[in-house]
Structures are given as structure tokens and as C-alpha cells.
């Protein structure tokens, strides 16, 4: 709209924040129910550091706007980053009853999981799964939860009544796969991926699972049968080709490298790959050079970052790193396999990116070379 540009335009060339806050001001006063508007408000107060006035303009804009999701879980997540949990609990106990939608249940569930609450959690689950029976999310939540309680039969139970309802989400399948392979079942775990590969044809996250299934088993063999028939399925999928060339004996790494950007070569995954064989054999400034097309292709994948972080720490300048860790912030990568493992398990803090880099790099990165 014209009043968020003129912000825009403002906060850029203006003199002061101030001038900013004054047009957000005015533009809610002509526009009371813009949600943009208000949000913005409320961010660039708390930017400011006035936290009281950031929450007194989303309480305004409650208010005005009752039924609106995103201020309610706005007001919600300054509350957690302030750690005023019992102002958050209360929060998203009135978003519950005067909004009520799936994405608000699914943020309270977090909540209490994240403050370990664990009998709240599962009670809000069961509500919410009764009102949205199709939301995917919850059925992983719920399943989750009780696999961090050892409860694994209920949570085996939870993931079929879910994939009953949701057979086309392929995080629940990855979910009902993991807790098998976790259990030693390998045979189940196999079985449960053919099924949800004749459910959902030509996916490349399920014929991905499919080989590190049989890879972890130690079945070689069998991994490389499901890499041929799922390049054969998905022939221009970048992450089944950054696989392969992971996958190839050391020498023949780069041929591969070079067969897979002639289907796809402006894909992050395998332009990540690249980077990791120009890093190996000690090639920095091409290394740094891949890295930076990779995230410049897709700043969403948190994985990639931390691959590129990870360089920077072994072979950069305390320069080259922080400028990593700034455009990792900037971006909020909300995407990767172990980004998102991990960032479950770090409350939510502005440090967040950081630290989900840094964990991922000690515990799962450093153990191995590039």
C-alpha cells in the first residue's frame, strides 16, 4: 500500500526513527483494519527497543482487529521473546477463543512444548485435532510428543490414524518412517516409504529417505538400486543428485558434479555439492564463491548456511564469518533438513540463527569432511 511505502521510504532516508513511527501512526488512523500496517508498527517499536509501547500497539490492534491471527500470534511471540510465558499462555488462550484457527492451536501447542508442558500440550492437541482432523502438523506434533515420552506404540498408532487423513503429507510419512528405523524395524521402515511413494508419485524427499534408509542399514547395494530408480522417477531433482555424487567413491565425486548441473545446474543442492569438493581439495576462494550462488539461489535453506558457516570457520576471516552469520539472520531460513531438527529444540531468541549454525556444525557437521 502507499502508507507502507511511504515507511519504507521514510526509514530509509528520513532523520530520525521517530519521523517512521509518526507516519505508522497516522496510516493505522486512516487504515484501522490494514493487519500490515499494525504489524509494522509493532516491529518497528520493538526494533527500537520500546518492547511496552511494541505490545501496546498490538494490544490496539486486538481491539480493533479481534479475529485476526497474525496480530494475536504477533503479540504471542514478543511475549515468548521476552520470556513473559505466562503473558503468552494467556495470549494464545484468548487467541483460542476469539480466533480459533489451526495455526493458532499449533502455536500454543509449541509453546507448551517448549516450556515442557507436556500434559498441556497433549490436551491441546487432542482439542485441535478434533476441530482441523486434516492438519498434518498436528498429527506430527502429537506423534512426536509421545516418542519423547517412550510412549512408542501410541505414537505408532497416532501416525497411521494421521497418514489415514493426511496421505499426501509427506513430513507425517517421513515421521511414521524415522520412528520405525529408530525402533530397528528397517523392514517396516522400507515398507512405509513404498506405500507413501504409490500415494505420492515422483516425490524426491521420499526415494531420498528411501536410500539413507538403506545406507544407515548398511545395505549398500540396495541404496544404490534406489538411487538409479529414483533418478529415473525424478531426474531433475537437485537434492537426489547432490546424493549421488555424496555417494560416489572420492575420484569419481566430480565427474557426477558434473552430470548433475548438466540437468540442473542452478540448483542450490548440488551447487552446495560443488562447493563442498572445491572446499576439500582446498580451493577457497571457488568454494566461497559456489557457496555464495547457493544462498543467493535459495536463502531459505538453513542447512546451506550452516555448510557455509562451517567454511568460513575453517578457512575465513572473523570478517568472512560474521558476514555469513548477518545474512543467515536477515534471510531467517525457515528450511533444511537438520535446521529444522534442531531449531525445535532452541527457544526462540534473535540469536536463533546462530545458534542453530553452531549446533549443527558441533553435533552433526564437524564429524565428517566436506
Not at 158 to 166: E, F, P, R, T, W
Not at 321 to 335: F, G, K, M, N, T
Request: glycine share 4%; with cysteine; aromatic share 8%.
Amino acid at each position: 500500500s502507499l502508507w507502507i511505502k511511504t515507511a519504507a521510504l521514510e526509514k530509509l532516508h528520513g532523520a530520525s526513527s521517530e519521523s517512521v513511527h509518526q507516519i505508522l501512526e497516522t496510516a493505522v488512523r486512516h487504515c484501522p483494519q490494514s493487519e500490515e500496517l499494525w504489524l509494522m508498527r509493532a516491529k518497528e517499536k520493538w526494533l527500537g527497543g520500546d518492547i511496552e509501547g511494541a505490545k501496546k500497539v498490538l494490544a490496539d490492534a486486538f481491539e480493533i482487529i479481534p479475529n485476526s491471527e497474525q496480530i494475536c500470534l504477533a503479540a504471542v511471540k514478543l511475549e515468548c521473546e521476552n520470556k513473559t510465558f505466562q503473558r503468552a499462555q494467556a495470549l494464545c488462550k484468548r487467541a483460542r477463543e476469539i480466533c480459533g484457527t489451526q495455526r493458532v492451536y499449533l502455536k500454543s501447542a509449541i509453546l507448551e512444548r517448549n516450556l515442557g508442558n507436556a500434559e498441556a500440550e497433549r490436551n491441546l492437541l487432542i482439542e485441535a485435532l478434533s476441530k482441523f482432523p486434516t492438519f498434518d502438523k498436528l498429527w506430527m506434533m502429537r506423534g512426536q510428543l509421545e516418542e519423547r515420552l517412550k510412549n512408542f506404540t501410541a505414537a505408532r498408532e497416532i501416525y497411521v490414524q494421521g497418514l489415514m487423513k493426511c496421505q499426501h503429507s509427506i513430513p507425517l510419512w517421513l515421521c511414521a518412517c524415522k520412528l520405525e528405523e529408530d525402533q530397528n524395524n528397517i523392514s517396516k521402515a522400507r515398507s512405509l516409504l513404498e506405500k507413501a511413494r504409490l500415494t505420492n508419485k515422483k516425490n524426491p524427499q521420499l526415494w531420498l529417505q528411501a536410500i539413507r534408509v538403506e545406507v544407515r542399514g548398511g545395505n549398500k547395494k540396495f541404496a544404490q538400486n534406489s538411487l538409479e530408480k529414483a533418478l529415473q522417477e525424478c531426474p531433475t531433482s537437485g537434492i537426489l543428485w547432490a546424493e549421488a555424487i555424496a555417494m560416489e567413491p572420492l575420484p569419481q565425486q566430480k565427474a557426477k558434479s558434473v552430470d548433475a548441473l548438466k540437468r540442473c545446474d542452478n540448483d542450490p543442492f548440488i551447487i552446495t555439492a560443488v562447493a563442498k569438493l572445491f572446499w576439500r581439495d582446498r580451493k577457497v576462494d571457488k568454494a566461497r564463491t559456489w557457496f555464495d550462488r547457493a544462498v543467493s539461489l535459495n536463502a531459505d535453506i538453513g542447512d546451506i548456511w550452516a555448510n557455509y558457516y562451517k567454511f568460513e570457520v575453517q578457512h575465513g576471516t572473523e570478517e568472512h564469518q560474521q558476514e555469513v552469520i548477518r545474512r543467515c539472520l536477515a534471510a531467517e531460513p525457515r528450511h533444511g533438513e537438520k535446521w529444522c531438527q534442531i531449531s525445535r529444540s532452541i527457544e526462540n531468541n534473535e540469536s536463533a540463527g546462530v545458534l542453530i549454525m553452531q549446533s549443527i556444525i558441533f553435533h552433526h557437521l564437524l564429524s565428517s569432511s566436506p
